[in-house]
């Protein structure tokens, strides 16, 4: 999450509008009930396999967007490239 907000920060200080906030905003969202169900229940699948949904309705978004800045497009490559591995948690028990 660091590195996404690293990108998008200085672009929101300009008064260039970027779609980049909303995706770094929309990853943020689909976090935070994840963290919430883990902070519940535990990495268990059982209780994590619901967000999968909220998951794969992010990444719709994601394709969907059309990105013009290089920030953007940063963005949507690195979430695209590690969508497999950022939400392997979700399928198994016991991920860190």
């Known amino acids: 999450m ?10 929101t200080v ?4 970027s779609p980049a906030p909303a995706i770094v905003t929309g990853f943020a969202e689909l976090l935070k009930p994840m963290v919430e169900t883990v902070d ?5 699948a ?7 949904t909220a ?4 990444f719709r978004f994601l394709d969907a967007a059309e990105l013009n800045s290089e920030t953007a ?11 497999d591995t ?5 399928r198994y028990d016991g991920v860190p």
């Open 2 to 11: 660091t590195p996404l907000n690293v990108n998008v920060l200085p672009s």
């Open 14 to 17: 300009t008064a260039r509008v």
């Open 40 to 44: 519940r229940h535990g990495l268990k």
């Open 46 to 52: 059982r209780f994590l396999r619901k967000h999968q």
């Open 55 to 58: 998951v794969d309705r992010f």
């Open 73 to 83: 497009l940063k963005c949507k490559q690195r979430l695209k490239k590690n969508r």
């Open 86 to 90: 950022l939400f392997t948690f979700l």
